[in-house]
């Protein structure tokens, strides 16, 4: 009965197009910025911060960065941690070379690096498909991940290889570093994640998004009607290397503190598709209940039996994690191929009509 | 011009030097090239027959050996464990193809690819569940495989050959043998391979694709109990084999995905080249490039050939 647009008329091309074209729509979204923005910070302990929310937004940039790749565009990459790693090592480098540069802009700027490197491993794309390109982006995974371990200029030549992040201040307040409180960081990554999250909806909703959809369906097809595929396919994995870049950065930045090349390995990458193709391939909500489930699913997990008071050990629980992770994966392709994003839509429309059937 | 010397030049001089030291190489890397080859043959099995693009391949293995080992070490005899693991890996086919494959059928292979990481995560969990996490030694000798070395004089220097590395390769090969007859000669062969052309085509002459896919997974199963108990003879039996396995994607696309001779050759291609490139061009990278180099290779490869060296033609229609 409350979600319904009854006697919600589109006067113009522009309303008509809206990504919330119902009224209840956009204050749902607002009422869920709000909460995020004001809500969570003031009633959230550290732990809800640190270990829940930091988190969960930043997965769910990676996993928007990529799903522009292998939802909107059809591409599939086993890379993601790399380019995330790019940005993070881009990031140190730039603000130690250029220390009084606010924080914020050298982890945006950094997503050019990791587009930069991304646009070249993407290289490849134009010549193989499928599978194929899947195993040629773990060449960029295994590559990179060589390199951050082997060039010590890249973490500063720190005597145990890890990523120190160093201590920068935004208007005096700390950002990043030992000092940063996590309602500061949190609201860093929100800001950042909210405004990624827009651009990336007037992306796909826009010309390129288009353009990258008519070659996901069929790149062939696509190049008949005029696309250029090369151009299309590299601005894809430019777009996506970015935000997974700026994911990157902000990670080691604003959630760990600092980083060893090995949070950048290949299963980080395996993550982050897990997210997305739980979530829902192409689309941009779906980033989120992905990285939603994904990730905070197993902190759930190993609550629960603290919670009940049973005894187990902590390798059982991490053990028995894997095996319930393992399984949901699989209960949930088989009731849902489409993802939750569908499951999310599908309950939506069900909203609408309630209380009838149709 | 120094640094071209060190590329181009210096590895081969070194080559011709110590050509002891070259047959070495060649061996260490002709073994290697076996075993990513056997994990190979695994994913193109089931590739072939299902489409599925199996990633869960190199769990498989782990979880063989683990299954086999652990069995051994609750006091079953050697030879009942490898009866009894090959029945689990049965288990393990009609398990996936009831639970996984016949519920998904005719989705998107994203989807199915997806699906065999579930399997993975599943069987990582539940191995450690039930035989800990602990790395366990392969139980070689009970089984008669040979150890120790051979060691040849000569080439201005020695050669030594590990025996478990020769029973490798020879296993290796017989196996090969063996599937190469099974879907050349047998009726299921032939129908594995009708699968292979076409699903619908085989299932309106009256193949049963359930029963096919079982075939290959158990297929698949037993050639993974193989690699396993090479692999796990040669260093130990860990989980940490399964990203070991990753290697064999590069082989499997240099091979081409369809295509059993492509596994076979991308697996020597790539065990010999890793080995070669660590060794006479590692250093000058500062070593570990074999962690990557594989996958280079695989991706040169694939600029010139996007289908791989064996794999069917790519015909694109509108």
Redesign the interface.
């Known amino acids: 009965m409350l979600y319904r647009e009854v006697g919600q008329y589109k006067t113009s091309y522009a309303a008509d197009m809206a990504v919330f074209p119902i009224l209840q729509d956009r204050i749902g979204v607002a009422i869920i910025l709000l909460a995020a923005f004001v809500v969570i910070p003031l009633v959230g302990n550290e732990f809800l911060l640190n270990a829940v929310m930091i988190p969960f937004l930043i997965f769910s940039l990676a996993a928007i960065g990529l799903n522009l790749l292998?939802g909107y565009t059809g591409l599939?990459s086993l890379g993601t941690a790399a380019f995330m790693g790019v940005g993070a090592y881009a990031c140190l480098k730039l603000t130690t070379i250029f220390p009084h540069v606010n924080i914020i802009v050298w982890i945006l700027a950094s997503g050019f690096f990791s587009a930069a490197i991304g646009a070249l491993f993407g290289l490849?794309s134009l010549?193989?498909?499928?599978?194929?390109l899947a195993?040629?982006t773990?060449?960029a995974q295994?590559?990179l991940?060589?390199c951050f371990?082997?060039i010590p200029w890249l973490y500063n030549y720190s005597v145990s290889g890890a990523i120190e992040v160093p201590l920068r201040t935004l208007v005096g307040v700390p950002v990043t570093g030992p000092t940063a409180t996590p309602v500061t960081r949190y609201l860093v990554v929100l800001s950042i994640v909210v405004a990624m999250t827009w651009v990336a909806s007037n992306l796909v909703h826009g010309r390129i998004g288009r353009m990258w959809m008519a070659v996901r369906d069929?790149d062939?097809?696509a190049e008949?009607i005029g696309i250029r595929l090369l151009r299309a396919k590299l601005l894809a994995f430019a777009v996506s290397s970015f935000y997974c870049g700026v994911a990157g950065a902000m990670m080691v930045f604003l959630w760990y503190g600092g980083a060893e090349a090995d949070v950048f390995a290949?299963d980080q990458s395996?993550l982050v598709?897990?997210m997305v193709?739980?979530g829902g391939?192409g689309t941009l909500i779906g980033s989120f209940f992905g990285a939603a489930l994904i990730y905070i699913l197993p902190i759930a997990l190993r609550a629960i039996p603290e919670a009940f008071g049973l005894p187990l050990h902590p390798?059982?629980v991490e053990?028995?994690?894997?095996?319930?992770?393992?399984?949901?994966?699989?209960v949930f392709?088989?009731l849902e191929?489409a993802g939750l994003a569908r499951l999310w839509q599908i309950g939506k429309q069900k909203l609408r009509v309630w209380p009838f059937p149709y | 011009m120094d640094i071209f010397y060190k590329i181009f030049i210096d590895p081969f001089v070194q080559m011709g030097a110590a050509p002891d030291l070259l047959v070495q190489t060649l061996w260490d890397g002709l073994v290697g090239g076996v075993l990513y080859a056997l994990i190979a043959l695994g994913f193109v099995l089931i590739f072939k027959a299902s489409g599925v693009?199996n990633f869960a391949q190199g769990i498989m293995v782990v979880f063989a050996a683990l299954t086999l080992v652990g069995l051994h070490e609750h006091g079953v005899p050697a030879f009942v464990a490898l009866g009894l693991t090959v029945i689990v890996m049965f288990l393990l086919a009609v398990g996936v193809e009831r639970?996984?494959l016949r519920?998904?059928v005719n989705?998107?292979?994203?989807?199915l690819?997806?699906?065999t990481?579930?399997?993975?995560?599943?069987?990582?969990?539940?191995g450690?569940?039930v035989f800990g996490?602990n790395p366990k030694v392969m139980i070689a000798r009970e089984l008669f495989l040979p150890s120790g070395a051979i060691e040849f004089r000569g080439l201005g220097g020695f050669v030594s050959l590990q025996k478990i590395d020769i029973a490798a390769v020879i296993i290796g090969s017989g196996m090969v043998a063996v599937l190469a007859v099974f879907f050349q000669r047998t009726r299921i062969g032939r129908a594995l391979r009708a699968v292979a052309d076409s699903h619908q085509a085989a299932l309106s002459v009256g193949i049963s694709l359930e029963q096919i896919w079982v075939i290959v997974w158990f297929a698949a199963g037993i050639v993974a109990l193989a690699t396993g108990i090479m692999w796990g003879a040669r260093s130990e039996v860990s989980f940490a084999l399964q990203?070991i396995a990753?290697k064999a994607?590069?082989v499997?696309?240099l091979g081409g995905?369809t295509s059993i001779p492509g596994a076979i050759v991308g697996g020597l291609i790539i065990g010999i080249g890793e080995k070669l490139g660590e060794f006479y061009w590692g250093p000058l990278?500062?070593?570990?490039?074999e962690?990557?180099l594989a996958?280079?290779i695989?991706?040169g490869f694939?600029?010139f050939r996007?289908?791989?060296l064996f794999g069917e033609k790519?015909i694109?229609r509108?």
């Open positions: 292998t599939l490849p010549r193989i498909k499928g599978f194929y195993v040629a773990l060449a295994f590559f991940e060589w371990i082997r069929m062939l097809a008949l290949v395996f598709l897990f193709i739980i391939v390798a059982t053990q028995l994690t894997f095996v319930i992770v393992g399984a949901l994966i699989i392709l088989v191929p | 693009f639970l996984v519920p998904l989705q998107s292979d994203i989807i690819f997806m699906a990481f579930g399997i993975t995560y599943f069987l990582i969990g539940f450690q569940l996490g990203i990753l994607l590069p499997l696309i995905l990278l500062g070593g570990g490039i962690s990557w996958y280079v695989a991706l694939l600029v996007p289908q791989g790519i694109e509108i």
